[in-house]
């Protein structure tokens, strides 16, 4: 395995007129790593993919991929790329085999490697007794495999997924997960995915948080989930910012006001429900304990909830029909 980054990205930004959708981003994608871009709608993570493959030029900043730099060698880089967008690119009217070789035939493959390749591809993911089937016969999941198959057909060394578990359900995205470990295992192909699910993000080997267009933590779902420095303690009241005020006055210890409700990140957070419940009972409506999550953790490093209005804000990355799911 590479000990040259897959993915190098220094202080990169894009505009799009006025609007700054990726702000003086740097980070790096280890060569063979599982990777995931964290971010609901506005965070500019869908702005990075296009970057990364190649469909929108660098406008700022520097990136390297694969050893390549993007702004001179994109045709280099793009013979090495794996790509599945969110919007699906198989035609409906082509059998499964079709669809695969017309896709390696893109990429310069024919005759019996094309063959062999084609047939391997729908064998691993599954498909190979659906070759001679319309995709347009398919379900989601299935048809999801077949842009699988397609990209990972000419053995590239990066591969970018945006969205890829867009319109499944959670049986055929754990059999996507699954796949892209084997991948990764077996060839030590780079995987690089955006995504706006807390739980699929939680499975990848590292996470990069995007919050409005900058990184807002970079680390291991482990690690980030520890950074949150204790249990998270949500408490629901009526005079929120007043309770706020009164738990760091009382206890010395630091409350944010988060959505409407008061939220606590403290060791030991059992020991603290009684306290906080004795000390104001006529504040405290509800209370709620809970182990660091990634939602948490986005709450933590940005001081908003995931799916709060604040994160909701378009970006200008989207494409035709696909907004509100990123």
């Known amino acids: 395995m590479s000990t040259l980054p897959a993915v190098d990205i220094a202080h990169l930004a894009h ?19 599982i990777f995931a871009i964290l971010g609901p709608n506005g965070s500019g993570k869908t702005t990075l993919f296009r970057v990364l493959s190649t469909l929108i030029p660098v406008q700022q900043g520097d990136v390297r991929v694969l050893g390549y730099d993007l702004r001179r060698e994109a045709d280099a880089i793009r ?56 995709v347009e016969k398919l379900s989601g999941g299935l048809r999801r495999r ?19 578990s867009t319109g499944l359900d959670p049986g055929a995205r754990s059999d996507v997960w699954q796949y892209l470990k084997q ?52 408490i629901r009241t ?28 403290l060791p030991n957070g059992h020991e603290w429900i ?6 104001f009972p006529d504040r405290v409506e509800s209370i709620n304990l809970g182990k660091p999550t990634l939602e948490d953790v986005f709450i933590h490093f940005t001081g908003h909830r995931f799916w709060s209005d604040g994160n909701a804000e378009s970006d200008h990355e989207g494409t035709k029909g696909t907004k509100g799911k990123r």
């Open 238 to 265: 009526g005079t929120p910012d007043f309770l706020a005020g009164e738990i760091d006055q009382r206890f010395n210890v630091p409350a944010k006001v988060v959505d409407g409700s008061v939220r606590l990140e």
């Open 146 to 164: 077949v842009e699988l198959a397609k990209g990972m057909l000419h053995r590239p060394r990066l591969f970018l997924l945006d969205e890829p």
């Open 15 to 33: 505009r799009y007129g006025e609007h700054s959708a990726i702000s003086d981003l740097s980070l790096s994608v280890a060569s063979g790593e």
């Open 274 to 279: 009684p306290k906080l419940v004795e000390a």
């Open 183 to 234: 991948v990764r295992d077996e060839t030590g192909v780079t995987v690089v995915l955006t995504t706006h699910l807390l739980d699929e993000a939680q499975v990848a080997d590292r996470i990069a948080i995007m919050h409005r267009g900058q990184l807002a933590a970079l680390d291991t779902p482990a690690a980030l989930q520890s950074a949150v420095g204790g249990d998270a303690i949500t």
């Open 79 to 134: 013979a090495q790329l794996g790509v599945v967008f969110q919007a699906p690119s198989v035609d409906k009217k082509l059998t499964v085999m079709e669809n695969v070789v017309f896709h390696g035939r893109l990429y310069g493959l024919a005759g019996r490697e094309l063959r062999t390749r084609a047939d391997e591809m729908l064998m691993r993911l599954g498909l190979a007794d659906r070759k001679r089937d319309l």
